[in-house]
């Protein structure tokens, strides 16, 4: 509820709607602002992220000066956001700025009137399945017939991201997405050390493709969702058809043991420790403390000097990553894995766009070509992270042609 204002003042009553340009990539925002008693209430829609609306919390006009503020979206956004704008004269745009997780984008919205408005419906029907005890996770569904395809999200993101990519192969497949658990409306559970580890996170897949009863469909994830994939295609090969890795091969899905990674090594160090105590044999104990002084101490100062080096280009007045606990339990909870049983097709943004230093990124990406051999490797270079969106009609044609080979 805002506050109240003089008769006369701008009315700003309407939809708003503007794109903003973030990680390389624009995305729209729309705010409903509607006039009350008191002043105003809006809602405001990530349309390239979310269907839902984030409600808002206060909407005050000060002059000219607009500031819209809404609630908290944990765990996603637990600071919410804020969006301050500077009214022109006839009360037809809105030039400011949107603040969310720590970070500021220029924002221009524009008063439109129904007719131009962008459509919110969106091209699924969603639907919850348990898939542990207290805990459910939404499941789009975008419909289609064929062999089923499941999207997974990458971290932070709802299935809702793809809602412009899945639709594209409902003609050929029935076609599914999956949010994981912690994030958008699927249940949070506390972040312990069992509730998001790969095995878990994995495990939530297959009860989804349990309660649906979707027989060997093709895994689709993106960044962090390679996890998930590496778990599956590990561990469960007869469960899928295929899995397609959208710049999501890296060490959370293959471990590159001549690299090295911070969060894999540091938990197999953590786990030593912890069973290196008095109730070990004196030979037990021995063997213990040489692997830790040859192996594991050396691999994890390797991995923090390769950290620092990655960070030499980094501005020290670059605002830290927004603190989320499942986030770190999701990244703490990563696993070594060094092969894959089923087809795969992996594309990678290489460098990526935004990437100053690529010799990183090249290295793993020889190292999942190298490990897995038998997977397609499709190098894009300069593409963004979210590689769907900067470069659609390359994944399109790669996804389409590798589907096409698993076609019965």
Excluded: C
């Excluded at 506050?3 to 409903?32: K, M």
């Excluded at 503020?69 to 956004?77: A, F, I, V």
């Excluded at 639709?167 to 029935?174: E, G, L, V, W």
């Excluded at 471990?255 to 109730?279: H, I, M, V, W």
Aim: glycine letters at 8%.
């Amino acid at each position: 509820m805002g506050v109240a204002v003089p008769l006369g003042a701008q009315d700003i009553a309407g939809t708003w709607q503007g794109t903003l340009s973030a990680f390389g990539l624009p995305y729209r925002e729309l705010f409903r602002i509607t006039k009350t008693s008191g002043g105003w209430t809006a809602a405001g829609y990530s349309l390239d992220e979310e269907s839902e609306a984030d409600s808002a919390s206060s909407v005050v006009l000060n002059g000219s000066h607009v500031t819209i503020t809404l609630r908290p979206q944990p765990p996603e956004d637990p600071a919410g956001s804020t969006y301050t704008g500077e009214l022109d004269h006839g009360a037809h745009t809105l030039t400011g700025t949107l603040s969310a997780s720590g970070q500021t984008f220029p924002l221009k919205l524009r008063h439109v009137s129904s007719k131009e408005a962008w459509p919110l419906l969106k091209p699924h029907t969603a639907r919850f399945v348990a898939v542990d005890t207290n805990v459910k996770l939404e499941v789009l569904d975008w419909g289609g017939s064929g062999p089923p395809i499941v999207f997974l999200a990458g971290l932070g993101n709802t299935a809702h991201v793809f809602d412009e990519l899945a639709p594209q192969f409902t003609s050929r497949h029935h076609v599914y997405g999956i949010t994981r658990r912690g994030f958008g409306k699927s249940s949070a559970p506390t972040p312990t050390d069992n509730n998001y580890t790969a095995t878990r996170l994995g495990d939530d897949v297959l009860s989804v493709l349990d309660s649906l009863h979707l027989a060997k469909p093709v895994l689709v994830g993106h960044s962090i969702a390679g996890q998930e994939l590496s778990v599956i295609g590990s561990r469960h090969p007869d469960r899928v058809a295929g899995l397609i890795y959208l710049d999501a091969g890296y060490w959370y899905a293959y471990y590159d043991s001549t690299e090295g990674n911070y969060f894999l090594d540091r938990a197999e160090l953590q786990d030593k420790l912890r069973r290196l105590n008095l109730s070990l044999s004196i030979h037990d104990t021995r063997a213990m403390i040489h692997s830790l002084l040859d192996g594991d101490l050396p691999r994890i100062e390797k991995d923090l000097r390769n950290w620092l080096d990655q960070m030499q280009s980094v501005s020290d007045s670059t605002p830290a990553q927004p603190n989320s606990a499942i986030n770190d339990a999701i990244l703490f909870g990563g696993e070594k894995f060094r092969h894959v049983l089923v087809p795969a097709l992996a594309i990678f943004a290489v460098p990526h766009v935004d990437q100053g230093d690529s010799v990183s990124t090249t290295q793993q990406v020889n190292a999942f070509a190298a490990g897995i051999p038998s997977a397609r490797i499709v190098r894009l270079p300069h593409a963004n992270h979210f590689v769907f969106r900067s470069n659609e009609a390359d994944v399109l044609r790669e996804m389409n042609a590798f589907l096409a080979t698993l076609s019965p």
